[in-house]
């Protein structure tokens, strides 16, 4: 067979084919066109319990309530994204549809610490962000609570509204960060904040608690409090010691 036929024969058949997917493609753009959404599965990506399947679909029901019936190809995908994260225990949202299915996933906020004021009680996550309590997820969280530098109204969520809110929520965090890494948060059970921006930490164990100062040194104080319980607390009785300041360099001060 000559070349000229067989090129002949190859762009025949190229064009069938292209012919044949294009009619199917339009087919199913019709189709996608025609067809309408008929249930709503929803998905978490975490194990929290802040926000559950049934709140989601309140969520939706308040903010995007037409979307059942609704073409598929209709459906704005954004719009239902950005009313979810609106949500404070709400992270991130993916929204997208297959067939006559709305497929939504969610990602939920993880809080690093639960803290309490006088006044209220509020999350913040390992970005700083500040939401409401909400919901009982099942796990515990560093508990930090007395007189916070931080002034937001009950229902706050964001970010801390003053410079000096937001320095001192970095040191927080970063702090939070050293227990969990040296297995410290799993020793202490809450941290008081005083008047003067001192911190003390009451161990889930023994009377003694630790006065730990402002939120910095933190590994050099640590180490404190690791020298005391290797050193001073075997040579002296039970419960010997009420309070052990290691706020100040190279020092251990034990009180009764």
Known sequence: MK???????????LALF??????????ARERR????CKSVEIVFKDTLNFVSEDDVRGYLKRDCPVFIGQRVDSIRLYEIEK?????????????WTTDSVLHISIQQREPVARMETPDHAF???????IFPVQGDCGKAF????G???LHEPVGYKGLPSTEEGQEWVEKMLALIAYMKKSKWDARIEKMTVLADGDIVMTPSEGRESFIFGHPENVQEKFARINEYYKRIKPAVEENYYASVNVKYKGQIICRK
Not at 18 to 27: G, I, N, R, Y
Not at 33 to 36: D, N, Q, V
Not at 83 to 95: E, K, M
């Open 3 to 13: 070349k000229a036929v067989k090129y002949l024969l190859f762009a025949l058949a």
């Open 18 to 27: 292209l012919c044949v997917t294009a009619l199917v493609l339009v087919q």
């Open 33 to 36: 066109h025609l067809m309408t």
């Open 83 to 95: 009313a979810l994260d609106s949500r404070s225990a709400i992270l991130s949202t993916q929204a």
């Open 123 to 129: 999350y913040i996550d390992d970005r700083g962000y």
């Open 142 to 145: 560093p508990l930090v609570q």
């Open 147 to 149: 007189r916070l530098p």
